[in-house]
């Protein structure tokens, strides 16, 4: 069958496709250490789940309004002038099957073939590819290990062509684990206020920071910046929800109105319970985040500090997120029994094949001197899993 072309541009997502393999293998009884999922380790809050059971028992089982429930709506909006001072109108709200499926209805709304869409690298894994999904070209703006992965003013400058629709930030950021602080924002409202582009802030990770990190959303710097920023957030990782589905942005009404036509012509609506439970998660307040986070904390420090004493491993300290990310180019061009380990994509097969521990290869983050590892899973995984990438280490020789 003849597929459109599109289709070969993109591959499928490699963090899910590594978290599968890993579950499979599970499931086939070995002893799978995984540090490959994106997901908080945690149980959804009990409130949470109650809602969701109470949405069932009332029977709001139904098709919802394609954008959401105005209940579900309005908590956002109060989320985001409570916390951040931003002040948005229904119509400038969408709930969407995950902050992944608000990202492609943006997409979708915003490119076309010739568009450019600067994405500063390393990236989480989908970007890029929902730009290629849309014809559009994903421009990458390197950013460096040596100064905490900061977006450099000029560098970002450069790359901006009369093609250039939008900019993705993440901060913090899947995959380094860096935050940007209000000068680098500063700088990147700047650019894109000169040049009319779109800024795609992805704060997924908001509430998950570290030591003295804040999150500053970049639409918070002024009416104008406000006007040229898509908001993209969701409840999965704060409120360890991430089977749930639920996503969402909040931007400009013209682009917000196309997402939601886009929407209401694909997917129609998110869980109608889903959406009940996103409310409660919403007004929970920080008391569950917080545990978590503190809990992640304390991964952190024991992962990041494990793989800092391993030959050849450096791996900087994240102040967001739940990765760590190290630089594992003093490994590479080792041998191990089956040959010589040339890339992060052969590391992450010998550490899976070889001693069934999961991680995700630096290259569809664009980095081909890191590996990827979760630490939102349990600290007795962490301790197992950095034993046996300490062995696998120790076994490959000059
Ligand atoms: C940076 C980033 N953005 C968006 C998402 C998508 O989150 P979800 O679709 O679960 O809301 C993820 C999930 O891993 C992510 O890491």
Redesign the pocket.
């Known amino acids: 069958m003849k597929l459109a072309a599109r289709v070969g541009r993109i591959t499928p997502s490699p963090?899910l496709a590594m978290t599968a393999t890993a579950k499979a293998m599970a499931a086939q009884g070995l002893d799978v250490v995984d540090f490959s999922s994106?997901e908080p380790d945690f149980d959804t809050p009990d409130p949470v789940k109650a809602a969701a059971e109470a949405a069932i028992r009332a029977g709001f089982t139904k098709y919802t309004p394609s954008s959401g429930i105005d209940e579900l709506r309005q908590a956002i909006i109060d989320k985001l002038q409570g916390e951040h001072g931003l002040r948005y109108e229904k119509s400038q709200i969408l709930v969407s099957c995950?902050?992944?499926?608000s990202?492609y209805n943006l997409a979708e709304a915003l490119l076309e073939a010739g568009d450019e869409v600067i994405i500063p690298t390393p990236y989480?894994v989908s970007y890029a590819d929902q730009a290629l999904l849309n014809d559009a070209t994903p421009v990458l703006l390197p950013t460096h290990e040596s100064n905490g992965y900061a977006i450099d003013a000029d560098d970002l400058r450069r790359l901006v062509t009369p093609r250039t629709k939008a900019i993705i930030i993440?901060s913090p950021c899947?995959p380094t684990g860096a935050t940007y602080n209000r000068n680098t924002l500063e700088a990147i409202a700047d650019i894109a206020i000169r040049h009319k582009l779109l800024i795609i802030s992805?704060e997924?990770?908001e509430k998950v920071l570290y030591d003295d990190a804040t999150h500053v959303s970049i639409a918070t710097l002024s009416a104008e910046v406000a006007a040229q920023t898509v908001i993209?957030n969701?409840v999965?990782?704060a409120y360890a929800m991430?089977g749930w589905?639920i996503?969402y942005a909040a931007g400009p009404k013209d682009l917000l109105t196309a997402m939601a036509n886009i929407q209401s012509q694909s997917t129609s609506s998110p869980c109608s319970i889903s959406q009940k439970a996103a409310v409660a998660a919403l007004r929970l307040g920080q008391p569950f985040t917080e545990k978590m986070v503190a809990e992640f904390d304390r991964r952190r420090k024991v992962m990041i500090g494990r793989l800092n004493t391993m030959p050849g491993v450096t791996c900087r300290m994240p102040t967001g997120a739940f990765y760590a990310f190290p630089n594992i180019s003093g490994v590479l061009g080792r041998t191990a029994p089956t040959g010589i380990i040339r890339t992060p994509h052969e590391l992450a097969q010998y550490l899976l094949k070889d001693f069934h521990v999961a991680v995700v290869p630096g290259e569809p983050f664009g980095s081909h001197q890191h590996i990827r590892l979760s630490y939102a899973t349990s600290m007795e995984s962490i301790e197992r899993g950095m034993d046996r990438v300490a062995t696998a280490f120790g076994k490959l020789t000059a």
């Open positions: 963090t994106g995950g902050a992944k499926h990202l989480w993440n899947n992805d997924i990770y993209i969701g999965s990782k991430t589905r996503g």
